[in-house]
């Protein structure tokens, strides 16, 4: 997991489902946004837009991440009209209603939705005959078993687009392949008067590993169901497919658990600094997984076991060694609590809690946490996490847990989220000979709390300061030595957020680093090359602009620009937190 430090400022709104695909102007002044927060939004508003000029017209191969295979056709340009129908097959019909959705309010067009597969401008159709990559060159046969479950084939001519994927999924992700196709002012909330073309040609994508995410923690701070829906919308735009909800923690517990009602009652009264803390209710929690899966991302929830858990203890101090409940912490510091390992109770606890949270959780995955339970002795470590995997496979989900757990005996399925800084790590390598795979997490590439520089004003350094390059060159693939490119399942981008307290400083840290860690998880091993991508990602940032996206406009890339100096950002005042 990690070290950790402390500091603060930023801010954007967030809206409901309806609302946070569409952004929030980042911007002063806004409704309901506290005043720093609002200050840290109109500066990064302000040097982004004194950043970046008009863009330069999309090209076929400027998609992020980069697709498999893209042959462009600048003959068959295609440009969108008022009267546009969207056609779909009957079981693609959500994922053309959401691309409607996306384009409506920056066209002005009514872009109605229609129940057939042919005959219009824009068609989505769901074929198990989809055509595979080799179609895409003419070579081979289509050859829809080739696409998998996410991929699609997209086709640009003068007439019209279609984009045709066997599953739901594949043309979700083919949506949002068009979205980034048409010229940046698509992403605007209100109608831009714009010729809307798209560059002609075919690509043909799909993932390179299976899982592609990243991680919230709303327990250091805690941040609404509106919040969370925002983010959800930013990691669905670059084909990320799980959100992992790090729920529970030493300053908060975010989730009610109905046979342990004073978890969130108590337990989540608190965060960092001091602040009034908060938590999901079942329906709360309930809502985010629906939103998640209509956007075609799965949420992984952490209950995080046997250390990090003073906000369970101030709650239940029947948990606690010695029976004597904490008092309740607002600081950053890490490894100094547990439960029991040793009392019979403490398992009812477990059983309990993520027999509730398994049953409010569709996806298959359920995370223990496992790291940092530094006071805990080694065999009572190992004992404690067997029974733990045991409870969690008993509820039906696969157990995903930090790699402090590999010592511990193997489940079934069993996943390890690896998130050291030295690629040598034999004791993982072992855990993956007997079975276990691999979330890559490399806290010196893909922590997103880390600063991109010394001056950035929030973030830690502890494992390195992290550049747009930094997060971008490393292959997942052979990251850790001993661990063949097999049994890794994917990649994930946590962000961690002792210092990160509010939704503008959420994306002021994700972007633009986020689609760089998207890149690595969705696009063939091939395609990685940072000058390609950083010329790729400087079109996103007019995009970003457009939405009320609040990012940070890094001079490693060369966004469109009339400006030959990025301001630097300025001092926040701190909040007041602990450090180690």
Known sequence: MSPSGAAAPAGVAASADAGPSADVAADAGLPGVPAPAAELARVAASRADGALA??????????????????????????????????????????????????????????PVADAPEGGPLTLTLSPAAPGPEAATGSGEPDGAALGDEGYRLDVTADGVRITAVNPAGLFHGAQTLRQLLPAPIESPTAVAARWAVPGGTIVDRPRF?????????????????????????????????????????????????????????????????????????????????????????????????????????????????????????????????????????????????????????????????????????????????RAQRLVAATGKTVVGWHQLAPAEHVDGRVLQWWGTNGDDPETADAVRRGARLILSPGNHA?????????????????????????????????????????????EAPLWTESVSTPAEVEYMLFPRLPAVAELGWSPRETHDW?????????????????????????????????????????PTPTPTTTP
Do not use: C
């Open 54 to 111: 008009a863009a330069a017209p999309v090209r076929l191969d400027d998609v992020v991440p980069a697709p498999e295979r893209v042959v462009p056709d600048p003959a068959a340009d295609f440009t969108l009209s008022a009267d546009a129908v969207l056609r779909v097959s009957p079981a693609g019909r959500d994922v053309a209603e959401q691309l409607a959705a996306w384009l409506r309010p920056a066209t002005g067009f009514p872009l």
């Open 210 to 386: 299976p899982y592609r995410g990243a991680m919230l923690d709303v327990a250091r701070h805690f941040f609404g169901v509106e919040d969370v829906l925002r983010v959800v919308d930013h990691l669905a735009r670059y084909k990320l497919n799980h959100l992992h909800l790090h729920l529970t923690d030493d300053q908060g517990w975010r989730i009610a658990v109905d046979s342990w009602p004073r978890l969130a009652e108590v337990g989540g009264a608190t965060e960092v600094g001091g602040g009034p803390g908060g938590w999901y209710t079942r329906d709360d929690y309930r809502r985010i997984v629906a939103y998640a899966a209509r956007r075609h991302v799965t949420v992984v929830p952490e209950i995080d076991l046997p250390g990090h858990t003073n906000a369970a203890l101030v709650a239940y101090p029947e948990l606690a060694p010695g029976k004597i409940g904490p008092p309740p912490y607002t600081g950053t510091e890490v490894g100094f609590s547990y439960v029991d390992p040793a009392d019979e109770r403490t398992y009812d606890f477990v059983a309990d809690v993520v027999g509730e949270v398994a049953a409010l959780t569709p996806g298959p995955w359920l995370h223990l946490g496992g790291d940092e339970a530094f006071k805990v002795p080694a065999d009572s470590y190992r004992a404690f996490v067997a």
């Open 447 to 491: 922590y997103l709390d880390m600063k991109y520089a010394p001056d950035t004003p929030i973030g830690h350094d502890w494992a390195g300061l992290i550049d747009v390059r930094r997060a971008y060159e490393w292959d997942p693939g052979t990251h850790v030595r001993g661990v063949p490119a097999e049994a890794v399942l994917g990649v």
């Open 531 to 571: 000058s390609r991508f950083r010329s790729r990602l400087a079109g996103h940032g007019p995009r970003w602009a457009a939405a009320g996206i609040t990012f940070h406009p890094s001079p490693e890339i060369p966004w469109p620009s009339t400006a030959p100096h990025i301001p630097t950002q300025p001092t």
